[in-house]
Structure formats: C-alpha cells, structure tokens
C-alpha cells in the first residue's frame, strides 16, 4: 500500500491545518487509517484513527476537542482537520494503515500498523 501525505506547515498557535493522506494503488477492501507524529527527541504517538467500514474513530487524549479526522472511502483518503494548534503539536505527522479487524478496538501502537506513508511537518509557532 502506497500513502501520500498532504498539508502540513507552520501556522500560529491558535490557527488550523488539514491533513490529507490518500492510498493509492492496492489498497486492502477493509481498513484503518489515521496519523500518528513524532517530535524531536519524542517516540512516535498515535494521533487519531478511523474505520473505512464503520463510524468508528479513535483520537488520542492530547487532541480530543482540537483534532478531527474523516474519510472519503470513494478516494480512499483520510483527513486530519487541526484547529487550535498548541506550539506541542509540532511534529512530523505520519499517515498509516492496516487491515481492519471487526473484532478489536482501533489499534494505538505503532507495531499494529503495516503500512506507512512519508511525514508531512506541521510546525506551530508560539
């Protein structure tokens, strides 16, 4: 599975970005997809998920209430819209993927997802 990743970079504290990751080529029939980022010195943490075949999200505690993520599954495409930016958002943002399990939650670990795109930076300037 190929990702593409668009939209990052470097707005004011209080502004908003948006995200896009779209799979393109082979893509399984059922899947999550998300974002997870990694800051400078910092492990890489899960951001937010969400179901092609449900309307199930997972969005990470730091974020709840700022961040939303939707989906085209038409496009197979994810969306990340980010509204009142912290200056620790800033990180690099990478967009993921697996095969869907109907039987588990949405996955938080990085070791549950096997496909990865390349990170967009996202900078918040104080």
């Known amino acids: 599975v190929q990702l593409q990743a668009f939209g990052g970079g470097l707005v004011q504290a209080g502004g908003s970005l948006r995200l896009s990751c779209a799979a393109q080529g082979y893509i399984y029939d059922s899947w999550i997809m998300g974002w997870f980022r990694q800051a400078p010195g910092k492990e890489r943490e899960f951001v937010a998920a969400?179901?092609?075949?449900?309307?199930?999200?997972r969005v990470a505690d730091s974020v709840k209430g700022r961040f939303t993520i939707s989906k085209d599954n038409a496009k197979n495409t994810v969306y990340l819209q980010m509204d009142s930016l912290k200056p620790e958002d800033t990180a690099v943002y990478y967009c993921?993927?697996?095969?869907?399990?109907?039987?588990?939650?949405?996955?938080?670990?990085?070791?549950?997802?096997?496909?990865w795109g390349q990170g967009t930076q996202v900078t918040v300037s104080s």
């Open positions: 969400i179901r092609r075949t449900r309307t199930g999200t």
């Open positions: 993921m993927v697996k095969r869907e399990n109907l039987m588990r939650p949405i996955p938080t670990t990085v070791t549950d997802y096997t496909d």
